[in-house]
């Protein structure tokens, strides 16, 4: 795979501009870090209280792997 600097429109409605690594595996899409857990796929450091949390605390966005599709 080759990794390429290429915008990802985030959000709802797809307006926020970010610049990221994207390593392509086709000419159209590819995976990047996730954006929200910053690729260790554990929200919980994101958790008032994460010592309370027994093992992980998977990422929504990316379910825990670290890692989403996009498309150019």
Excluded at 30 to 59: A, L, M, N, R, V
Aim: hydrophobic share 30%; net charge negative.
């Amino acid at each position: 795979m080759t990794a390429n600097i290429m915008q990802v429109d985030r959000g709802y409605l797809r307006n926020t501009p970010v610049m990221c690594a994207v390593d392509l595996s086709s000419g159209v899409t590819g995976q990047i870090d996730c954006i929200e857990c910053g690729g260790d796929g554990d929200w919980k450091k994101f958790h008032p209280e994460p010592e309370t949390i027994i093992g992980p605390y998977p990422c929504v966005e990316c379910k825990g792997t670290g890692r989403v599709w996009v498309s150019a």
